[in-house]
Nanobody, 116 residues
Framework: QVQVVESGGGSVQAGGSLTLSCVASGSIWSIVTMDWYRQAPGKQRELVATSSSGGSTNYADSVKGRFTISRVNAKNPVYLQMNSLKPEDTAVYYC??????????WGQGIQVTVSA
């Protein structure tokens, strides 16, 4: 079992920045990747950024060059630095721990609102 807790988020004007944090606890040695997803109203949840235990990262095309995922150490905490925010980045953001067996453990989600 893994518990995932997000923090940060809030409201910001377009062009501003926010940092989200995520801490996983429990059986963290089985975590393969730590991922950030988001879900906007009326839309499907989408993968925003991924950080593997080996240090590699991947980003959705919509956030490349603006968002940065990082970790303090191999497991956590995990941060999502979001710069040059746009109104279309408004969503509930979720942190997820992907395990060696393919399962995901999800955080409760955190609201990010970007106003024009």
């Amino acid at each position: 079992q893994v518990q995932v807790v997000e923090s940060g988020g809030g409201s910001v004007q377009a062009g501003g920045s926010l940092t989200l944090s995520c801490v996983a606890s429990g059986s963290i040695w089985s975590i393969v990747t730590m991922d950030w997803y988001r879900q906007a109203p009326g839309k499907q949840r989408e993968l925003v950024a991924t950080s593997s235990s080996g240090g590699s990262t991947n980003y959705a095309d919509s956030v490349k060059g603006r968002f940065t995922i990082s970790r303090v150490n191999a497991k956590n905490p995990v941060y999502l630095q979001m710069n040059s925010l746009k109104p279309e980045d408004t969503a509930v953001y979720y942190c997820a721990a992907k395990m060696t067996d393919g399962n995901h453990y999800w955080g409760q989600g955190i609201q990010v609102t970007v106003s024009a």
